[in-house]
T-cell receptor
Framework: AQTVTQSQPEMSVQEAETVTLSCTYDTSESNYYLFWYKQPPSRQMILVIRQEAYKQQNATENRFSVNFQKAAKSFSLKISDSQLGDTAMYFCAFSVGSNYKLTFGKGTLLTVNP | ETGVTQSPTHLIKTRGQQVTLRCSSQSGHNTVSWYQQALGQGPQFIFQYYREEENGRGNFPPRFSGLQFPNYSSELNVNALELDDSALYLC?????????????FGEGSRLTVL
């Protein structure tokens, strides 16, 4: 069975600073995807960034980047130049191949302070 | 906005009753998944429908059932409600052929069972 662990229930950061959210996962599969989803209060969950396991290069999306360490089964999210709108629950998630079943972690509540 | 809408947004039921939750997928998306998100937890996969057929199920009992219709709408039905069924129910659609694994979520239906 696949598991996803987010060890930081809550984090806070000052506006314009950088913050890193941690995620580890466990799987015996070789072909999988990793995701970070953002769930703002009372808003829809949206995809922040995606990483294919076969790609060694870390994914980046504007201010968001990941540090994917396949051997360590680690997938952290770095948010640069944090903005107030980044305040949300962040979920790390995992799926195997083309199977769209996502396995989520428990989430990290990120608060960006002015 | 993800283009996925859910109804109702909130509802209250009593133990033993039945509930139907509805979802309208993003146009053209042939795959819909349902997730249960208990308070303070990450979403848990209930089941997935592809072209109107169930295409994978999580660890949920048979009293959780679903339907997917040709017009990109779908339903989640829960019979014999229990107190532990209180949660946010999320619908997510995707285009299977796209192969990216990205899901597009609705805002959810918050169910309270008394």
């Amino acid at each position: 069975a696949q598991t996803v662990t987010q060890s930081q229930p809550e984090m806070s950061v000052q506006e314009a600073e950088t913050v890193t959210l941690s995620c580890t996962y466990d799987t015996s599969e070789s072909n999988y995807y990793l995701f970070w989803y953002k769930q703002p209060p009372s808003r829809q969950m949206i995809l922040v960034i995606r990483q294919e396991a076969y790609k060694q290069q870390n994914a980046t999306e504007n201010r968001f980047s990941v540090n994917f360490q396949k051997a360590a089964k680690s997938f952290s999210l770095k948010i640069s130049d944090s903005q107030l709108g980044d305040t949300a629950m962040y979920f790390c998630a995992f799926s195997v191949g083309s199977n769209y079943k996502l396995t989520f972690g428990k989430g990290t509540l990120l608060t960006v302070n002015p | 906005e993800t283009g996925v809408t859910q109804s109702p947004t909130h509802l209250i039921k009593t133990r033993g009753q039945q509930v139907t939750l509805r979802c309208s997928s993003q146009s053209g998306h042939n795959t819909v998944s349902w997730y249960q998100q208990a308070l303070g937890q990450g979403p848990q996969f209930i089941f997935q429908y592809y072209r109107e057929e169930e295409n994978g199920r999580g660890n949920f009992p048979p009293r959780f059932s679903g339907l997917q219709f040709p017009n990109y709408s779908s339903e989640l039905n829960v019979n014999a409600l229990e107190l532990d069924d209180s949660a946010l129910y999320l619908c997510a659609s995707s285009l299977a052929i796209q192969g990216t694994g990205e899901l597009f979520f609705g805002e959810g239906s918050r169910l309270t069972v008394l």
